[in-house]
T-cell receptor, first 110, second 114 residues
């Protein structure tokens, strides 16, 4: 079967660091994506990991361990505008489609 | 460079009617994906088209159908609309659909079924 798990909700304080975890079980693996989605808007691309390790992009970093079926998105120096849903998605070559987790709603407080 | 464009943004239909949603991919992209996102829920995969062919479909009834045109634009048709079809429908595009290329989303279409 296919399964992508991430926490439903998280809260954090402005200026802090937050880590959003994602675990997956899929048939085949062709890469893992993280998207940000503000309420009522379309998802926007944040990062893509296909090899193990950490990818850093400014305040956002994403980590992948294929052997563990695990990824995380790290957000540093949190800003109020980072309050959004963060979607983990796996491109499953076996099923030829991008499978999304249910998303993690992050609330950043002053 | 224009992103993925979808139309209409909003539409209102009554139960039993048909809705047609349209999508133009980013120039050069050959793969188009359709997702449904019901209010407060995750993205559910509907359909994937690449080079004019349907490559995969999600667990949706046959009244959800679509096609991809020679210019790679796509239509999603929903027949015999039901109230629960009221949701955000997102179109996305990428280069070469099965190679893990980044997928970019349009702004979505919101059909409301009354």
């Amino acid at each position: 079967g296919q399964n992508i798990d991430q926490p439903t909700e998280m809260t954090a304080t402005e200026g802090a660091i937050v880590q959003i975890n994602c675990t997956y079980q899929t048939s085949g693996f062709n890469g893992l994506f993280w998207y940000q989605q503000h309420a009522g808007e379309a998802p926007t691309f944040l990062s893509y990991n296909v090899l193990d390790g950490l990818e850093e992009k400014g305040r956002f970093s994403s980590f992948l361990s294929r052997s563990k079926g695990y990824s995380y998105l790290l957000l540093k120096e949190l800003q109020m505008k980072d309050s959004a849903s963060y979607l983990c998605a796996v491109f499953s070559g076996g099923y030829n489609k991008l499978i999304f987790g249910a998303g993690t709603r992050l609330a950043v407080h002053p | 460079e224009a992103g993925v464009t979808q139309s209409p943004t909003h539409l209102i239909k009554t139960r039993g009617q048909q809705a047609t949603l349209r999508c133009s991919p980013i120039s050069g992209h050959t793969s188009v994906y359709w997702y449904q996102q019901a209010l407060g829920l995750g993205l559910q995969f509907l359909l994937w088209y690449d080079e004019g062919e349907e490559r995969n479909r999600g667990n949706f009834p046959p009244r959800f159908s679509g096609r991809q045109f020679p210019n790679y634009s796509s239509e999603l048709n929903v027949n015999a609309l039901e109230l629960e079809d009221s949701a955000l429908y997102l179109c996305a595009s990428s280069l070469l659909g099965n190679s893990g290329n980044t997928i970019y989303f349009g702004e979505g279409s919101w059909p409301t079924v009354v």
